[in-house]
Structures are given as C-alpha cells and as structure tokens.
C-alpha cells in the first residue's frame, strides 16, 4: 500500500471543493501535452489571465487526482511546481498551480481574498471572485485532458 505524505493530505483537504458549473473560456485547446509545462489559461468575462503551471506524474490516467497547489505572496508558481514535483510523483496525483499575478489580482483582496468583495466592502458577483477561476480552471483540466475525476 502506498502512503501519501502528510503534506499531500493537508493540500485536499484545504482544497476540497467540487466540480462546478463550468464557463465557457477564451483558451487554446491541447495546452496539456507534456508531463509537465505551463500555459495561459483565460477565463472569459472580467477576469484577467493567469499562467498555469503543470505536472503530470508517469502514470497519469483519466483517474489520476487532480491537486490544487496555491502559491504565496511571492506569485511564484513555478517554485511551488518545482518543490512539490517529488510529492506528486510519489502521491501519484496531477499537480496543478495557478499562478495569480500582482498585476492581474492586486493586493490580497484579489488573490487570497478571492476578490469577493469591493474596496468599499460590498460584496461582489460570484462571476468576478477569483475563486470561480479556479473552478474553471478545474473544467478546462477535466476536460481537455479527458479526466474522469470529479472533484479536486
């Protein structure tokens, strides 16, 4: 039997959330062709690009889980891809870190406050969160890499 460090478990669990309705993105179709890259995913409407970067561990398959890894206030996605490589080859799972610019999601309200709210503390449209980004994101995994993995 397999055992998934620690560190692994703490990440689903931090992340779990579902699958949601999906929207329709502006985004080149097949980005995910190698073991492990980067791409520009754009979700239609007002949110801003982000950069996405990617592993996909040897014996990835339609059911291989799917983990989210968010970065720090550094925005640097790729470090965090790069360090946690070794546990997703171990953990057999299809790490996934989007990258949230400073420029794009300013400031903590845009990124790790999910942009839920405005400056003068109205609540937003769930369709401007940040959050629905990630939502997307999942879907566009799910679907261009023909996962049949329904939750994250």
Not at 88 to 116: C, K, W
């Amino acid at each position: 039997m397999k055992h998934i460090p620690i560190t692994t478990i703490a990440a689903v669990l931090l992340a779990g959330c579902t699958n949601s309705t999906s929207q329709d993105q502006s985004i080149e179709k097949n980005q995910i062709i190698d073991k492990q890259g980067s791409f520009i995913f754009k979700p239609k409407g007002d949110h801003k690009a982000i950069r996405v970067w990617y592993y996909k561990p040897p014996s990835y398959n339609a059911l291989t889980p799917v983990v989210f890894v968010m970065h720090g206030m550094k925005r640097n996605g790729e470090s965090y891809l790069k360090s946690w490589i070794p546990l997703a080859r171990e953990g057999d799972f299809f790490l996934i870190v989007p990258e949230f610019s400073t420029n794009a999601y300013p400031h903590s309200s845009g990124y790790n406050q999910g942009n839920m709210y405005s400056r003068n503390g109205n609540k937003r449209n769930e369709a401007y969160w940040s959050f629905t980004v990630i939502e997307n994101l999942f879907d566009y995994i799910t679907t261009s890499t023909k996962s049949k993995v329904e939750n994250y």
